[in-house]
C-alpha cells in the first residue's frame, strides 16, 4: 500500500468501526432481554455455555474468560466450546468449521442442558460448526442466544434470542475479525455486564463481585470498600482481611455489620444485591442511633 492510499484506507477501517458500534445500539432492547434470561438461567444454577469458531469464537472466549475475575462467577459454569481448539487456543484448525459431527459431539458432552444457555457467536451466522452446536444445544432444552452480523442468517432463526449486528461491509473484505469483531465484542461486552448488574454484582458502577487475584485486584477491592464505605485504608484493609476478600462482605462489615456473619446473613436476604443490604442495614443503624 502506498503512503497516499494509507490515510483513505484508516479512515475507511475507523468508517468501520463507527458502524459497528452504531449497529450495537439498534439492538440494546434486544440485548437488555437476552441478559435477562441468562441472569435467570444462572441464579437457577444453570451454565453460560459460550460457542463459536475461528475469530467469533476467539472474541466468545475472550467474554467466557473474563467472567470470573470480573464478577466471582464460576468458572465450571462457563464452558466454552471453540472449534479446533484441542490444542493452543491461539492455532486453531481452520478447517474445524466445518465440522458438524464434532460441534454435536462437544454439546452432547456437557450432559444435560435444561437449566443451560448458550451464546453462539458468528459473523456469517452459517459457519457450520456453531450453528450445528446452536441446534443441537436447542434440541437438548438449551436457550440459545445467537449472535450474527448477516441478516436473515440461519444461526439467528435457530435461536431463542437473535441479536443481528448489521456491521456492513469490512474495508478489507472477508476479515470479520475487523468491524464485525468490533461489534461481537461490544454486544458481548454489553451482554454479561448487563447479566452482572442483574446478579448483583455491580454497585455504583463498582465490580463489587470482582475476585482479587493479583495486585491490582487487591487495590482495586481496597478502593471499592473504602468507596461504599467512605472508610479509610487501614479499615478497608482490615474488613477485606476479615472477609477473606469477599468485596460485599467488607462493605458491609466496615458500614457497620456485627461481623462477617451478620454481613453474610444479610446478603443471603437481598439475594447479593449489596444495595438493598447496606440500605436495610443503614436504616437499622439510624434507627438504633436514634433510640
Request: neutral net charge; charged residues 25%.
Amino acid at each position: 500500500m502506498s503512503a497516499d492510499a494509507a490515510p483513505a484506507f484508516s479512515g475507511a477501517l475507523l468508517a468501520s468501526y463507527r458502524r459497528a458500534i452504531e449497529c450495537v445500539a439498534a439492538v440494546e432492547v434486544e440485548i437488555r432481554a437476552a441478559a435477562l434470561l441468562l441472569a435467570d438461567r444462572w441464579e437457577r444454577g444453570g451454565r453460560f455455555i459460550y460457542l463459536g469458531a475461528g475469530a467469533a469464537g476467539l472474541t466468545a472466549a475472550e467474554d467466557a474468560a473474563e467472567l470470573p475475575g470480573t464478577f466471582g462467577l464460576d468458572r465450571r459454569r462457563i464452558p466454552v466450546i471453540l472449534a479446533g481448539a484441542d490444542g493452543a487456543p491461539f492455532d486453531l484448525d481452520a478447517a474445524a468449521e466445518d465440522d458438524t459431527p464434532a460441534a454435536e459431539r462437544a454439546v452432547a458432552g456437557l450432559g444435560d442442558l435444561k437449566s443451560d444457555a448458550v451464546i453462539a457467536v458468528s459473523a456469517s451466522g452459517s459457519t457450520p460448526f456453531t450453528l450445528a452446536g446452536a441446534k443441537a444445544a436447542r434440541r437438548a432444552g438449551a436457550v440459545v442466544i445467537g449472535i450474527a452480523n448477516r441478516r436473515g442468517a440461519p444461526l439467528l432463526t435457530a435461536a431463542d434470542v437473535a441479536l443481528l449486528l448489521d456491521s456492513g461491509d469490512e474495508a478489507l473484505q472477508g476479515s470479520t475479525r475487523l468491524a464485525a469483531g468490533v461489534a461481537q465484542k461490544c454486544a458481548l461486552g454489553m451482554l454479561s455486564t448487563l447479566v452482572g448488574l442483574e446478579l448483583g454484582h455491580i454497585h455504583a458502577g463498582l465490580m463489587v463481585n470482582l475476585r482479587a487475584d493479583n495486585d491490582k485486584l487487591h487495590r482495586r477491592a481496597l478502593a471499592i470498600v473504602r468507596s461504599i464505605s467512605g472508610v479509610g485504608d487501614n479499615e478497608a484493609r482490615a474488613a477485606l482481611a476479615a472477609t477473606e476478600g469477599e468485596v460485599k462482605q467488607a462493605a458491609l462489615l466496615s458500614s457497620g455489620a456485627r461481623d462477617r456473619g451478620d454481613a453474610v446473613n444479610r446478603l443471603q436476604r437481598s439475594r447479593g444485591r449489596l444495595a438493598e443490604a447496606l440500605d436495610t442495614l443503614r436504616k437499622e443503624l439510624g434507627r438504633s442511633a436514634a433510640d
